[in-house]
């Protein structure tokens, strides 16, 4: 298993302000991910990250919005930036990969943008 | 490209009572895994039970079990004897196994449904 510690755990942000979250686990890992869950939604997947590239974005994501960094094998962050009240959602950082057959989620951050 | 239905938004179960939460997915793939995810109101995504595609028998923990039709691509979970601590959102997902590239890790959520106990 895998612990994560998501910060922060909520916000409230300006408009047009930027957010950037962190993601740490107490084990390395070859991929990590971040999903966005709207409010009474489920998850949508917003970015795989692997350490050493760059993120590999879904559809309907793109990096100008949400830069993600993954520095090593333990730490990622996603930012999200010039915000709007749409980005209000509960953002989580999630770990797994190829030899794991779960995911591990952390505590989530919920946004609230005003 | 994988997707996964849940068609119960809400559910309800009368607590020690039993309750059957409904999934279907589709794929083309034969190599993957299917979960339930449950989600209280603090966040937390715990996971509940998993099955592997290539095992016939029904995965178990517990109070919670699964019916798993691979042919019908259906993937329900039972929940005997609820609790009120039950009581959360639960998710099904799904991930891509194998050695493709498709195996990522990454997963295919359902919408959810919301499970009310009442004692």
């Known amino acids: 298993s895998a612990v994560i510690s998501q910060k922060p755990s909520r916000d409230i942000c300006q408009r047009g302000t930027s957010l950037t979250i962190q993601c740490q686990v107490d084990s390395q890992v070859t991929m990590m991910f971040w999903y966005r869950q709207q409010p009474g939604q489920s998850l949508t997947l917003i970015a795989t990250a692997n350490q050493g590239s760059e993120a590999t974005y879904e559809s309907g994501f793109v990096i100008d919005k949400f830069p993600i960094s993954r520095p090593n094998l333990t730490f990622s962050t996603l930012t999200v930036s010039n915000m709007s009240p749409e980005d209000s959602s509960i953002y989580l950082c999630?770990?797994?990969?190829?030899?794991?057959?779960?995911?591990?989620f952390g505590q989530g951050t919920r946004l609230t943008v005003v | 490209a994988q997707t996964v239905t849940q068609s119960q938004p809400e559910m309800s179960v009368q607590e020690a009572e039993t309750v059957t939460l409904s999934c279907t997915y589709d794929?083309?793939?034969?190599?993957?895994?299917l979960f339930w995810y449950k989600q209280p109101p603090s966040r937390q995504m715990i996971l509940v039970i998993r099955q592997e595609a290539y095992k016939q028998q029904n995965a178990t923990e517990n109070r919670f079990s699964v019916n798993f039709q691979k042919a019908a691509k259906s993937f329900s979970l039972k929940i005997s004897d609820s609790q009120l601590g039950d009581a959360a959102m639960y998710f099904c997902?799904?991930?891509?196994?194998?050695?493709?590239?498709?195996?990522?890790?990454?997963?295919?959520f359902g919408q959810g449904t919301t499970l009310q106990v009442k004692p």
């Open positions: 794929t083309s793939e034969s190599d993957y895994y």
């Open positions: 999630s770990v797994g990969g190829r030899m794991n057959t779960e995911a591990f």
């Open positions: 997902a799904y991930r891509s196994a194998g050695g493709g590239s498709s195996n990522t890790g990454k997963l295919i």
